[in-house]
């Protein structure tokens, strides 16, 4: 039996099924990790006028609404692609050419989705 002896995990070709899959698991780790902080800094903006103040000028950082931004999308792709999980969980988009599509379909709203967040965030 000639079992792999080295698997490069980054040679292996996905199909987009497969990477929405894996995309839907990271999503849901940054929304965990990224979750703490993000109701820290609710909870401090809404405790008083200055606060909201410090919080705002802190808006103004880019690297803060960027992380911000990606986390909001982070939100919008769990979503969108944990409502493909049930419709799938449900029997239905099981083919192959229905995986593909509605994982298409999931990387295109949610890349509509950033372009308008973006628009109307920055």
């Known amino acids: 039996m000639n079992s792999p002896r080295y698997l490069n995990l980054f040679k292996i070709a996905l199909p987009l099924p497969g990477v929405s899959s894996i995309l839907h698991r990271i999503t849901a780790i940054a929304i965990f990790v990224l979750s703490l902080p993000m109701m820290g800094i609710l909870v401090f903006s809404l405790s008083s006028e200055t606060n909201y103040q410090i919080i705002n000028s802190l808006f103004e950082n880019f690297l803060f609404k960027s992380l911000f931004s990606l986390f909001v999308t982070a939100i919008f792709y769990h979503f969108i692609s944990g409502l ?15 995986g593909r599509m509605s994982a298409l379909a999931t990387f295109i709203s ?12 920055w």
């Open 84 to 98: 493909r999980h049930l419709v799938m969980d449900f029997g239905y988009w099981e083919t192959l050419r229905a």
């Open 110 to 121: 949610t890349g509509l989705f950033f372009f308008s967040f973006l628009y109307l965030a």
